[in-house]
């Protein structure tokens, strides 16, 4: 069984390495199902130059590739920001068990707050979410980043 709270604070810890090149402090972890940790991402929009490279993605493909497959059934995605509609996406064509975030994303959120991809009944995979681990957390790095932007 994965602890919830400690793959967001290892998220959390994750997300601060974008800062560095500027990127939106966005931290993502993968667990397999024996809770080992399979993948590791962060934002890299800014320095790679690549609108897909999400901290989702990024965490996504590092575990598809030690696993073999592009099927991450019985994993588990910890990430410290509601998912946009592109993350949804591949979070749902990935077989993705279990979704975990912190923050909401009021503007861009696809799982709740603007859209809910991944639990629309048309889906064709359905993942369970788990939403507001370590929320506030998880905004102030957010929030403090932007104001730092601004």
């Not at 910890?78 to 990935?94: D, N, R, Y």
């Not at 923050?103 to 991944?118: R, T």
Request: overall charge negative; hydrophobic content about 45%; charged content about 25%.
């Amino acid at each position: 069984m994965i602890d919830y709270k400690k793959a967001m604070l290892e998220a959390l810890e994750v997300a601060e390495s974008a800062t560095a090149s500027g990127d939106v402090p966005v931290g993502a972890v993968v667990f397999s199902a024996d809770g080992q940790l399979v993948g590791v991402g962060h934002n890299l929009r800014e320095r790679d130059c690549d609108p897909t490279a999400h901290a989702e993605i990024i965490a996504m493909r590092e575990a598809a590739l030690k696993a073999g497959t592009w099927r991450l059934d019985n994993h588990t995605l910890v990430v410290t920001l509601e998912p946009c509609a592109m993350c949804a996406g591949a979070i749902a064509q990935s077989r993705m068990k279990t979704l975990v975030f912190g923050a909401w994303d009021e503007k861009a959120g696809a799982v709740g707050s603007v859209w809910d991809i991944l639990r629309d009944p048309r889906a064709l995979h359905q993942v369970e979410v788990i939403s507001g681990i370590m929320e506030a957390e998880c905004a102030e790095l957010l929030t403090t980043f932007f104001k730092q932007q601004r």
